[in-house]
């Protein structure tokens, strides 16, 4: 059976169906272009008999692309009218029964997911991209590798290596999983409405093995939130508040053969995780 990818009129048709505005609230920019969710499918390097976790799946665009290519998807709407219509959407579409299942929840909340997914994909909400990502990553470690499209910005912090200015917490948070890679651009006339800010797909592979256990997470973020929230300090300063004092950071950053004068932004994730164990 084949499945038939949605156009930009069948985006409007269901919109207007369901009586859907896309709203800045929700971070809403449905993709109208099929050859843009299949270029996305591709990146994610997504197998037939995988299970993908979409979240935000919206009118199905994506989703659809996903099924296309063999995979089965568990898809995560907080929206209750597109949770509600979306297998209505799959079936009408060609998808066989049974290879598409919806979880109507925020993806911020949601602790468990039918399928066991190891691949994710999504075209994250731009507002709440990195919190929602990070949520999986932790929640969720069979998930093994993934790609997805959020604010160009955004995308790059992720990626982004020591030493450059766009560094930062998530980008350190991020690489606690793995490596991080920026995969291609996406136009923004495929949007609909069309955004005001570009977008870039990012993709990563999690580590084999955990790099840490979840106290050690768990204390590294906690370093990397106290480096990131003073960054033009030094680190003797920036951690002062969450060590007493100033001698007692520098203490612990020298036993951890970082320098007290160095800034967050020159540390990597393994600087932060033997911070995090010395200081434990």
Known sequence: ???????????????????????????????????????????????????????????????????????????VEIDHRLAERLPQTAG????????????????????ELPGDPQVLVANLPYNVSVPVLLHFLETFPRIARGLVMVQAEVAERLAAKPG??????????????????????????????????????????RDPEPRGSEEERRRTFEIVDAAFNQRRKMLRQALSGLFGSSAAASAALEA?????????????VEDYHRIARTAG
């Open 92 to 111: 009408e579409q060609g998808v066989p029964e049974g290879r598409l299942t919806v979880v109507d929840a925020d993806a911020l909340r949601v602790t």
């Open 164 to 205: 450059s200015k766009i560094y930062g917490a998530p980008s350190v948070k991020a690489a606690w999983y793995g490596p991080w890679r920026l995969s291609g651009t996406v136009s923004r006339q495929v949007f609909w409405p069309v955004p005001n800010v570009d977008s870039l797909l990012v993709g990563f592979d």
């Open 256 to 268: 951890a053969g970082v320098a007290p004068t160095a800034r967050g932004e020159d540390l990597t």
């Open 1 to 75: 059976m084949t499945v038939t990818l949605l156009g930009a009129a069948d985006i409007r048709r269901l919109a207007a169906e369901l009586d859907v505005t896309p709203t800045k609230k929700l971070g809403q920019n449905f993709v109208v272009d099929a050859n843009t969710v299949r270029k996305i499918v591709h990146a994610a390097r997504v197998q037939e008999g995988e299970r993908v976790v979409e979240i935000g799946p919206g009118l199905g665009s994506l989703t659809l692309a996903i099924l296309e290519a063999g995979a089965s998807v568990t898809a």
